[in-house]
T-cell receptor, first 112, second 113 residues
Framework: NAGVTQTPKFRVLKTGQSMTLLCAQD?????MYWYRQDPGMGLRLIHY???????AKGEVPDGYNVSRLKKQNFLLGLESAAPSQTSVYFC???FGFGDGYTFGSGTRLTVV | AQSVTQPDIHITVSEGASLELRCNYS??????LFWYVQSPGQGLQLLLK??????LVQGIKGFEAEFKRSQSSFNLRKPSVHWSDAAEYFC???????????FGSGTRLLVRP
């Protein structure tokens, strides 16, 4: 009963480096989301997916790309990291309408 | 555009005292409303949700919330706070698609012994 698993949990990047954050869910949820959390700003939606093979932009998509090749996985990529992308990233999933989200435990990313 | 406002950034209460966390939303249609709790270093956990029907909803850990359409509010309450309730609380409303949630900026609850 893992729910939503995010890897890695912590990462430090240098400006300009790239990385991929992995989110995996074992609940057969259709919808998956990536949020970033910054102090005093709550959670802001980066990208989301409504099913395998689909992705869409959220509130703050610039500088990020995503892919959902398999239903259970949702990848978030940073092609060229910037200090402004220092944040805690949360992945979430939901079955559908009105179910609320199940969240992962987060990835703390620092870009220096 | 949909939005959620949590006017209190921090709230401090004594253990055993009652608690009310405020949430106001802006949404044109009937909203779907949620409260989440986040303990330090953890992800968010769903406390309760409101879709329709009874405007007073019960959640986990002894929390409840009341939907008031006339005030566009969905305040979270607990009659007696425990030290373990110290955390950050987020209110959320569904966005332009029912599966996308808009979160408030959060209220951090501190509990005095």
């Amino acid at each position: 009963n893992a729910g939503v698993t995010q890897t890695p949990k912590f990462r430090v990047l240098k400006t300009g480096q790239s990385m991929t954050l992995l989110c995996a869910q074992d609940m057969n949820h259709e919808y998956m989301y990536w949020y970033r959390q910054d102090p005093g700003m709550g959670l802001r939606l980066i990208h989301y997916s409504v099913g395998e093979g689909t992705t869409a932009k959220g509130e703050v998509p610039d500088g990020y790309n995503v892919s959902r090749l398999k239903k259970q996985n949702f990848l978030l990529g940073l092609e060229s990291a910037a200090p402004s992308q220092t944040s805690v990233y949360f992945c979430a999933s939901s079955f559908g309408f009105g179910d609320g989200y199940t969240f992962g435990s987060g990835t703390r990313l620092t870009v220096v | 555009a949909q939005s959620v406002t949590q006017p209190d950034i921090h709230i401090t209460v004594s253990e055993g005292a009652s608690l009310e966390l405020r949430c106001n939303y802006s949404y044109g249609a009937t909203p779907y409303l949620f409260w989440y709790v986040q303990s330090p270093g953890q992800g968010l956990q769903l406390l309760l949700k409101y879709f329709s029907g009874d405007t007073l909803v019960q959640g986990i850990k002894g929390f409840e919330a009341e939907f008031k359409r006339s005030q566009s509010s969905f305040n979270l309450r607990k009659p007696s706070v425990h030290w373990s309730d110290a955390a950050e609380y987020f209110c959320a409303v569904n966005g332009d698609s029912s599966y996308k949630l808009i979160f408030g900026s959060g209220t951090r609850l501190l509990v005095r012994p």
